[in-house]
């Protein structure tokens, strides 16, 4: 428990954006003898292990258990992107003797959550390089924002129901009688360069304190972006202890962290996009493999796409399905959904349950109550656009896009062990 709690932990912290989420689970995958692809150049032929990442979207996989292109693939998937404020691109104005910066919501977030919070700032930047572009990295950790609410003096109904308007009461505080700089400014000099060398920005802001253990016994933990990064991490450990191990039947294993599910994953890197069918097209071809190979391989193609679940809120167990409560620290949760919101059918859920039982892991079941909506996520995106079997899957949580979500220390190493043996099945 302590171990792989520790290193959600530690996966959370480096994190604060998709695009470093995909930089973490890059080390660790260098450091276990992965090599980095780029999309332009022409793949190797030899078996190995490999990956490639396309902003905040990583797809890594490994062919030392392959038999020929025609194997079929067993895929683990999941989401680098959580609920968070992204900076505007002209995000500088002042209010009386503030400055301060034009943000957008992005995704589904808790708005009140991330009111009177220490933020900071993450994510990449677009610059100048001669008569090209390049990419870097940002990250700020020093308290530079802050959304401050509005005092109960002045606002006596606020605690029956607050409503924060997101475009003038979302804006957060940057300087005081002008101490801070123009936007644009501020990341020339964290970066080392001119502010004319600043032509583009993906920032966000992020909750700057830190992940940790929670509870008498450490038995859970409290950190932002758990959904979807648990999984992410999760299956970056697991990927790298399956290719050390052979399956039972040959296989291609493959894990794919998707940018972008928040927003509906419609983009050049989403799950809705061409990246993952032409992934497996390119892994096939330089295995030697036809097209018609590649739907042969498909055929035989099992996906896991995770996503955090819900698990019963003791204050709330009247929103929950009464026949179906997930406890904290039971295990994995399969996602079941007859109207397709979620992709798991009978064999996907079998395929599931058959990896539990080879890594002596419980398998919890979750559906949404019936007189209430149910959220969807990238596995019935990625099936219809595959045409493989698939199943919804997730860690259970609490304060699902809250600034700061609660998970359980237990179940991050059932997590990684079920897909483990998921990607290497005996």
Not at 75 to 95: C, E
């Amino acid at each position: 428990m302590t171990e792989a709690a520790d290193r959600l932990v530690d996966y959370l912290n480096a994190s604060p954006s998709p695009f470093h989420a995909c930089e973490t689970s890059a080390k660790l995958l260098d450091d276990n003898g992965f090599a980095r692809l780029q999309e332009y150049a022409e793949w190797p032929t030899e078996p190995g292990r490999y990956y490639l990442v396309r902003g905040g979207t990583l797809i890594a996989w490994s062919t030392e258990h392959s038999d020929g292109p025609a194997t079929g693939f067993r895929i683990v998937g999941a989401h680098t992107d959580s609920p968070n404020l992204r900076i505007k691109p002209r995000p500088d104005h002042d209010s009386l003797a503030w400055q301060l910066l034009g943000v957008e919501p992005y995704g589904g977030l808790i708005v009140n959550s991330w009111l009177d919070r220490d933020l900071g700032l993450s994510g990449r930047v677009a610059l100048r390089d001669g008569s090209g572009i390049r990419e870097e990295l940002v990250r700020v950790d020093d308290p530079l924002l802050r959304v401050s609410r509005l005092a109960i003096h002045l606002d006596r109904s606020m605690n029956d129901g607050e409503q924060i308007n997101r475009q003038f009461q979302l804006e957060p505080h940057w300087g005081l009688d002008g101490s801070a700089p123009a936007f644009a400014d501020f990341l020339a000099d964290t970066l080392g360069v001119t502010a004319e060398d600043v032509l583009g920005w993906d920032v966000m802001a992020h909750d700057l304190q830190p992940a940790t253990r929670f509870g008498h016994r450490g038995e859970l933990v409290a950190g932002a972006r758990q959904d979807n990064l648990a999984t992410s991490c999760a299956g970056t450990y697991a990927l790298i202890e399956a290719v050390d191990k052979a399956p039972a039947a040959p296989t291609t294993q493959l894990l794919v962290l998707f940018d972008h599910e928040e927003i509906g994953s419609t983009t050049d890197r989403g799950a809705a996009s061409s990246l993952l069918p032409t992934v497996l097209e390119r892994i096939t071809t330089s295995l030697g493999g036809s097209r018609d190979e590649l739907h042969r391989a498909l055929a035989r193609t099992v996906i896991a796409s995770g996503d955090m679940a819900h698990a019963t809120h003791p204050n709330y167990v009247d929103r929950h399905e009464p026949r179906h409560l997930i406890a904290m620290n039971g295990g994995p949760v399969l996602k079941i959904n007859v109207n397709g919101r979620y992709a798991t059918d009978a064999p996907g859920a079998a395929a599931f349950r058959l990896a539990g039982q080879q890594a002596g892991v419980p398998v919890q079941d979750f559906v949404t109550r019936s007189d209430l909506p149910c959220g969807s996520t990238v596995g019935p995106i990625t099936s219809a656009l595959s045409g493989a079997t698939t199943v919804d899957f997730g860690a259970p949580t609490l304060s699902m896009h809250s600034i700061r979500e609660l998970t359980g220390s237990e179940d991050q190493r059932m997590y990684a062990a079920i897909l483990a043996a998921f990607l290497s099945p005996a």
